[in-house]
């Protein structure tokens, strides 16, 4: 990370993660090695100037706040377990991308992320049963179950799983 100052804040972050960093002006052999860059001055041209040159190098390059400048966008990221979404206003609104997230975290029961992990412990399993259709109804019971009986045994519902298919076999 190079800057010109940093924010207490900053240097207590950069320091916990172990992150190096130079309190000096960018130059542009700072992007020798550089797989991905991110341009977040207070000014917009040194931004720029950095994303002009990272693109040059067919470096990807987030230029922040600056859409015009940047090859990819960082979406806002809403996370339980293995469940991943990643919400983006296409650089518009990065604000609504934040509020469409915590929409989902407050919408979202808690247990979705265990239920899909449990959901994976059966699949290869589902897989070979049934059509598609009576698998996907099949799951859509089963996250019903787990979110009425969360602590249903594995036993349990790997049996529920064989009562379900056992006439379609």
């Known amino acids: 990370v190079i800057a010109l100052s940093y924010q207490p804040a900053m240097l207590s972050f ?3 993660h172990h992150y190096s960093y130079e309190e000096r002006a960018f130059e542009k052999e700072d992007l ?5 860059v991110i341009a977040a001055t207070n000014d917009a041209s040194v931004n720029a100037s950095i994303a002009f040159l990272a693109k040059a190098k067919h470096i990807p390059i987030n230029s922040v706040d600056d859409l ?8 806002s990221l809403y996370t339980n377990e293995d469940i991943v979404c990643g919400i983006s206003s296409g650089g518009h609104s990065p604000v609504i991308s934040q509020e469409i997230r915590k929409i989902l975290e407050a919408q979202v029961p808690d247990d979705f992320g265990i239920i899909n992990a449990r ?3 059966l699949r290869e399993n589902v897989k070979k049963k049934g059509t598609m259709a009576s698998r996907k109804a099949f ?6 179950l787990l979110l009425e009986e969360p602590e249903m045994s594995e036993e349990a519902l790997a049996d529920y799983c064989e009562r379900y298919f056992q ?3």
């Open 68 to 75: 015009d400048h940047c090859s990819f966008l960082f979406p």
């Open 14 to 16: 950069l320091n916990k």
């Open 167 to 169: 006439n379609e076999d």
């Open 119 to 121: 959901l994976g412990k």
């Open 32 to 36: 020798e090695g550089m797989q991905m």
């Open 139 to 144: 799951y859509h019971q089963v996250i019903d």
